[in-house]
């Protein structure tokens, strides 16, 4: 019997510790799904010098709107889809008139020969 109850303790132990495992997974996935920490994460990442774009900043700062405003998801897809179409094409057209202001400063600089 006492074999038994030795068996038993030791699956009991087992179990607690598999249950303390899932626990504090489950409590670090929850931290990271809060909105405090995501931007707090998210500034420390962009000193780093990748973040230093304003769409950066907008495109997280609409992100944090939209974790913290759920309701208004689903309606404002539409509108954020159509605003990164707009960014898109206008980042294209700033590219095409830098282009074009480098080829008129060159045109404009006097040729040495």
């Known amino acids: 019997m006492s074999g038994r109850l030795e068996v038993l ?14 626990r504090l997974e489950l409590a670090y996935r929850v931290a990271q799904i809060r909105p405090a920490e995501q931007l707090t994460a998210w500034t420390r990442r962009s000193r780093g010098g990748r973040g230093q774009s304003p769409l950066t ?17 689903l309606s404002g897809v539409g509108w954020i889809t159509g605003l990164v179409a707009l ?13 074009l202001r ?11 020969g």
């Open 87 to 99: 960014a898109s094409k206008a980042t294209t057209v700033l590219r095409m008139l830098a282009q």
């Open 9 to 22: 303790e030791a699956r009991r132990r087992a179990l607690l510790n598999k249950c303390e495992e899932q």
């Open 102 to 112: 480098a080829v008129y400063r060159s045109l404009k600089t006097p040729r040495r």
């Open 57 to 73: 900043w907008i495109a997280g700062l609409v992100g944090l709107l939209l974790m913290l405003r759920r309701r208004r998801l």
